[in-house]
């Protein structure tokens, strides 16, 4: 049938070496299931239209594996802020090497995406004026963010504005990280991004890549 064909002829690319090649991997149960949705799409107006009739519809009955990432326990993600601040300790400092600040920043952005289970695009979009700190000296209190549904680069947010409440730790995280920026003479006025690089721009993929440095 489809899903048979499709998994055994028809290749996709993959960038190998910083080249496009193609290849025959694994089709993922995704993949297969948004070429149905698509050919389903075609079917139903064609139906609409009164092209085909409802009996000449394919039936495609497919079972799809519906694979979630696990979560970590609180043990395990204590250990990964452990091993954080070994990892940033050990990035070089000085110079034009910016790798110590890198590392730093994305220890705290971790604790904060971990504290208010934000989207990566929402969280590299915040700006200093949609947090709001209480957090007192024993480092208890929270972070109320503001999500806004539209944002500077034309980045759209998929549920619309709203409030999301962090915990503590997301607070405690926003706090170190405001007194990095000042000790590192960056700006944390209103209208500065919170996740920034140098130049005050927000960071674009490179979360990813510290995370994928971060691991090996």
């Known amino acids: 049938d489809f899903v048979d064909w499709r998994r055994e002829h028809v290749k996709r690319q993959k960038k190998i070496k910083g080249r496009f090649v193609h290849v025959r991997d694994e089709i993922t149960d995704k993949t297969l299931k948004d070429y149905i949705d698509t050919v389903y799409v075609v079917l139903n107006f064609a139906h609409s239209e009164r092209i085909i009739e409802e009996r000449d519809m394919p039936k495609w009955r497919t079972e799809y594996s519906k694979s979630r990432r696990t ?14 601040g070994e990892w940033v300790d050990q990035a070089p400092t000085g110079g034009k090497d910016n790798t110590y600040f890198l590392r730093n920043q994305f220890r705290y952005w971790f604790q904060f995406m971990a504290g208010t289970g934000l ?20 480092s208890t209190g929270y972070a109320s963010v ?34 990095y920026y000042e000790r590192c003479n ?24 510290q995370w994928k440095a971060f691991l090996k």
Not at 71 to 84: A, D, I, N, R, Y
Not at 149 to 173: F, I, L, S, Y
Not at 191 to 199: A, E, M
Request: proline share 4%; no cysteine; hydrophobic share 40%.
């Open 71 to 84: 979560t970590f326990v609180p043990e395990e993600f204590s250990m990964l802020l452990g091993k954080l």
């Open 119 to 138: 989207r990566i695009g929402e969280a590299r979009m915040l700006r200093w004026r949609d947090i709001d700190l209480q957090v007192d000296a024993n």
């Open 146 to 179: 503001k999500v806004r549904p539209n944002t500077d680069k034309g980045t759209k947010v998929k549920t619309g504005e709203r409030t999301v409440v962090g915990t503590p730790e997301a607070a405690t995280a926003l706090v170190m990280l405001k007194l």
């Open 186 to 209: 960056l700006s944390v006025e209103p209208d500065s991004y919170v996740f920034r690089n140098f130049k005050g721009e927000f960071r674009k993929k490179d979360f990813e890549y």
